[in-house]
């Protein structure tokens, strides 16, 4: 992955991060980057702890299958993506059971929010995270349940 580190980095009060798969496709897939999120990006060190639901691995496979079902990349070039994945050094998240489902039902209904995205509101809170997200309406959320956003 191409390294940021001459541009100017904006510091934000956490050192923890949660990305979830708007953020990291956007990261990682070549068409999707943007000035903005290579800025975003740079602001986090390799040494901050970065995490994501265990769902993060299933729905990164689902837009990697996307792009191929839509013809965008062959096979061959998203194979190429898994390394830029690899590279992110993302900590999965075990969070699992009744009780973290009773409280994703609670949050996804509360905010209007899928299960999925419910779940990376609830770590980003668990861990006093800050989240990485492109998603408006998991931002909207984040705002109003006091997660800080990564902007």
Same mark, same amino acid.
């Given at each position: ?65 996307? *792009?191929? $079902?839509?013809? %965008? ?6 194979? &190429?993506?898994?390394? =830029?994945?690899? #590279? ?15 409280? *994703?039902? $609670?949050?996804? %209904? ?6 999925? &995205?419910?779940?990376? =509101?609830?770590? #980003? ?27």
């Amino acid at each position: 992955m191409k390294s940021y580190a001459a541009e100017p980095q904006k510091k934000y009060p956490s050192r923890v991060y949660v990305f979830d798969s708007s953020f990291i496709g956007a990261l990682i897939i070549p068409d999707e980057k943007s000035q903005r999120l290579r800025k975003l990006y740079a602001a986090i060190q390799n040494e901050d702890e970065k995490y994501a639901p265990k769902l993060i691995w299933y729905e990164m496979a689902n837009i990697f299958n996307n *792009l191929i $079902r839509r013809k %965008r990349y062959t096979y061959d070039e998203v194979l &190429d993506f898994i390394p =830029l994945l690899s #590279a992110l050094h993302i900590t999965s998240d075990s969070a699992g059971g009744v009780v973290y489902t009773e409280k *994703l039902l $609670r949050l996804s %209904r509360e905010y209007d929010l899928s299960s999925y &995205d419910a779940a990376y =509101l609830e770590l #980003a809170g668990r861990k006093k995270a800050v989240l990485a997200t492109l998603d408006e309406g998991l931002q909207a959320a984040a705002v109003k349940y006091g997660v800080t956003l990564l902007r």
